[in-house]
């Protein structure tokens, strides 16, 4: 259930920044540290959230409807959470607009839909081996589950040099290094930035009605 919305965030919208960032290199890694640590810290806490709500549900020995239902239910939400703040790699989940990515939102909708039907529609609880829940196991759920976002923030607003693979080129779009428009000096002449446009009058040839071309040229 947690595979179409994360199949959706092939066509998120690309970041205007990226577009002007510096190409990579052809050395540069795929499996950068930055994407490791946020992929082994988002594990790490899926699996301690959802082992919290096992060992939470259990009594005694037995395992019930109840425990299945409640740790499926959290599982399948937290990679959820997980998948809404892998939109953008430096934007926290607050700065995200819902509207921009419609296909995500399809996405999560036929998620949630799949999750009621399997604790809620009989033969899929029979087969699924789940049981009802209350409105106030549902709200538990979506709360515990939710801190996958709380974790995305701390990481992008205060671990943001460990976390985030623009870290390198994030100075690009920094106010303190854009390229001034100054004077450059090439083979000992003095040059100005801009384009400089020349007019160039040529004259016709003795076989042609008679009149002048206009060219112009640019020089950048």
């Known amino acids: 259930m947690d595979g179409p919305?994360?199949?959706?965030?092939?066509?998120?919208?690309?970041?205007?920044?990226?577009?002007?960032?510096?190409?990579?290199?052809?050395?540069?890694p795929l499996l950068t540290k930055a994407l490791l640590l946020r992929a082994i810290s988002s594990a790490?806490?899926?699996?301690?959230?959802?082992?919290?709500?096992?060992?939470?549900?259990?009594?005694?020995?037995?395992?019930?409807?109840?425990?299945?239902?409640?740790?499926?239910?959290?599982?399948?939400?937290?990679?959820?959470?997980?998948?809404?703040?892998?939109?953008?790699?430096?934007?926290?989940?607050?700065?995200?607009?819902?509207?921009?990515?419609?296909?995500?939102?399809?996405?999560?909708?036929?998620?949630?839909i799949g999750q009621l039907a399997v604790i809620y529609f009989k033969p899929l609880q029979e087969i699924f081996q789940t049981e009802a829940l209350s409105f106030s196991d549902l709200l538990f759920v979506l709360l515990i589950s939710s801190s996958m976002l709380i974790l995305d923030t701390i990481r992008k607003k205060f671990f943001y040099r460990y976390f985030s693979d623009s870290n390198p080129i994030y100075p690009v779009f920094s106010s303190k290094h854009k390229v001034k428009d100054e004077p450059f000096t090439y083979n000992d002449t003095s040059y100005t930035p801009g384009p400089v446009v020349e007019e160039i009058t040529q004259r016709s040839s003795p076989n042609s009605n008679g009149g002048t071309i206009r060219s112009r040229l640019m020089h950048v």
């Open 5 to 28: 919305p994360a199949q959706s965030l092939g066509v998120e919208p690309v970041d205007k920044r990226v577009l002007r960032a510096k190409p990579r290199k052809a050395t540069d």
């Open 44 to 112: 790490a806490l899926i699996v301690c959230v959802t082992l919290f709500v096992f060992a939470r549900e259990m009594d005694g020995d037995a395992i019930t409807r109840r425990d299945t239902t409640m740790t499926f239910m959290t599982f399948v939400n937290c990679d959820l959470f997980n998948a809404y703040a892998c939109r953008s790699s430096d934007r926290c989940f607050y700065e995200l607009r819902l509207t921009e990515n419609p296909t995500f939102l399809y996405a999560v909708g036929g998620s949630i």
